[in-house]
Structure formats: C-alpha cells, structure tokens
C-alpha cells in the first residue's frame, strides 16, 4: 500500500542552524511528494513539492528533493528562524490520486 | 480572495449531544475533504467529495458521523450523539482539478466534547 513515514518529534534546534527532517514513502507508480506545515492555531498550508525523480521543491529557504532509488524526500534548511516552529507533514499522492496520504508530522521548535 | 472557511471555530458540548461543523469551500474548487486531527492519531481523512458527490466515506468512524455536501460552497460534517472521544479539530479543505494534489485547508474547528 502507499504510505509516508517520518521521523518523530519533537526536533528542538537553535536558531540559524541546520535542519533535516526525514521522511521516507512506500508508493505504486510513480507519487508526487509534499512537504506541508501547520503553524499554531492554523490548518495546513503546502510549503513545497515535487512531482517527478530528481525534483527539488523549495520555497521560504526549504528544499527537498525527490529520491527514487531511496524512496525519500527529505526537508532540509540551512539556517532555522525562531517563526519556523511549526508542524511538517510529509505527504504523497499516488498517480495523481484525489486523496493525499500524509505522515504523522513532525513537530519543530526553534529557540532564540 | 477568501480561503477556505469554517465555522464554529470552537465548540464545546455535552456528551450525547449533536453537533454540526460546516465549511465553505474556496470558490471554484472542485473537491473538498474532511480531516480529523487528534495527537493520539494524527491527521486521519474522514470523507472527500467530488463534485458534491461523496467519493469515499471509508475513514468516517462510525455511523454517528455523517457529511453531506448540498451545494459547491457548503459542506457539513455531523456527530450524533457526541461522545468524549470525538474531541478533536475537524479540518476542512478544498482543491480544484487542475490541481488535484494540492489542498487548502481551513482553520479548523476545535471540538470538545465533555
């Protein structure tokens, strides 16, 4: 079956440094990947995608890139800000789907 | 141009009573999705609908949830009767079909259930 799996929270880093989050996908055919964020207090808001192997998505300073061969599509900033604290979820469609499978979050602090 | 909306923001009922949440989907959109987030379980799809048309209802937990969707810009999402552990934040979202695999969602609706 398809399904996302990301790793758990919460992450807690200083400001301006180095972030990665891992996220990993079992999937028919060929997905499309997503990285979405929930502020506090808010619902979801797409943050990044990709829709083929090879893709890097990025926006605000993020990226990720679509990895085939290891099934993973990582999100990455190279310097953290306090207003990056929020929820990311990893997320895929199959095919295109209607619906999207979504992980289980990971949740960020960043502290000043 | 206006998100999706959703009203109540916040409900706090007794247990066994009914509660309706409703959503107003952005204009245009061709899908909309009710989501249920608990930290226990996470983000969990209860139902989507096409075209008004409910596609599938596999993740509505039982039979005291239904949804309907009478018209494109209004959806609601019932609970009869409510019970504790229906406390949650219920998230609408909408996409069109140019852009299936990107949703927006609403602010949601935070349930209490006491």
């Known amino acids: 079956g398809n399904s996302v799996t990301q790793m758990e929270g919460p992450v807690t880093l200083s400001e301006e440094a180095f972030l990665t989050i891992n996220c990993t996908y079992t999937?028919?055919?060929?997905?499309?990947l997503f990285w979405y964020v929930q502020y506090p207090g808010e619902g979801l808001q797409l943050l990044l995608k990709?829709?083929?192997?090879?893709d890097k998505g990025s926006n605000k300073g993020f990226e990720a890139t679509y990895r085939k061969e290891t099934t993973s599509f990582h999100l990455e900033k190279g310097s953290v800000q306090v207003s990056d604290s929020a929820v990311y979820f990893c997320?895929?469609?199959?095919?295109?789907?209607?619906?999207?499978?979504f992980g289980k979050g990971t949740r960020l602090h960043i502290l000043p | 141009d206006a998100g999706v909306i959703q009203s109540p923001r916040h409900e706090v009922t007794e247990m066994g009573q009914e509660v309706t949440l409703r959503c107003k989907p952005i204009?245009?959109?061709?899908?909309l999705f009710w989501y249920r987030q608990t930290m226990m379980r996470g983000l969990e799809l209860l139902i989507y609908?096409?075209?008004?048309?409910?596609?599938?209802d596999s993740g509505m937990p039982e039979d005291r949830f239904s949804a309907k969707m009478p018209n494109a810009s209004f959806s609601t999402l019932k609970i009869q009767p409510s019970e504790p552990r229906d406390s949650a934040v219920y998230f609408c979202?909408?996409?069109?079909?140019?852009?299936?695999?990107?949703?927006?969602f609403g602010p949601g609706t935070r349930l209490t259930v006491l």
């Open positions: 609908f096409n075209n008004n048309v409910p596609i599938d």
């Open positions: 997320a895929l469609t199959p095919n295109r789907d209607d619906k999207i499978i």
């Open positions: 990709a829709t083929k192997a090879d």
């Open positions: 979202a909408s996409s069109s079909r140019a852009r299936p695999d990107t949703q927006y």
């Open positions: 999937a028919t055919g060929y997905p499309s």
């Open positions: 204009s245009g959109h061709d899908y």
